[in-house]
């Protein structure tokens, strides 16, 4: 590849990292999203993906500082194989400017 050749595609979580950093908004919808759909199959994985990304837009440094855990434990709450506690999720929601938001169902109405 040459000097002045732009690669052709990137990988998928590097394309969504620099969309987040981009437009820090973004977050809302792509967490609030995320989390609808995380009772549906893969939809955990895709939840901790999505929180991960935001992680890494804003800094996995700083985030972890910000919500007052070690980087090493964040990035392994963080990763595929992750199983962030409520905690870690609420402490690295509120370092990414974010909270967590309940809303009722429209078929939950009997």
Same mark, same amino acid.
């Given at each position: 590849?040459? !000097?002045?050749?732009?690669?052709? +595609?990137?990988?998928?979580?590097?394309?969504?990292?620099?969309?987040?950093?981009a437009d820090p908004d973004f977050a809302n919808e792509y967490l609030a999203?995320?989390?609808?759909?995380?009772?549906?199959p893969g939809g955990q994985a895709a939840l901790l993906a999505a929180l991960r990304h935001v992680a890494e837009a804003q800094g996995m440094a700083a985030v972890a500082?910000?919500?007052?855990?070690?980087?090493?434990s964040l990035y392994r709450a963080l990763s595929p194989k992750g199983n962030p506690t409520i905690k870690t999720l609420l402490a690295v929601l509120g370092a990414a400017?974010?909270?967590? !938001?309940?809303?009722?169902?429209? +078929?939950a109405h009997t």
């Open positions: 590849m040459t !000097a002045n050749k732009l690669p052709t +595609s990137r990988p998928h979580d590097a394309a969504v990292v620099e969309m987040l950093r999203a995320a989390l609808e759909e995380a009772d549906e500082e910000r919500a007052g855990i070690p980087r090493e400017g974010l909270h967590l !938001a309940v809303a009722r169902h429209d +078929s």
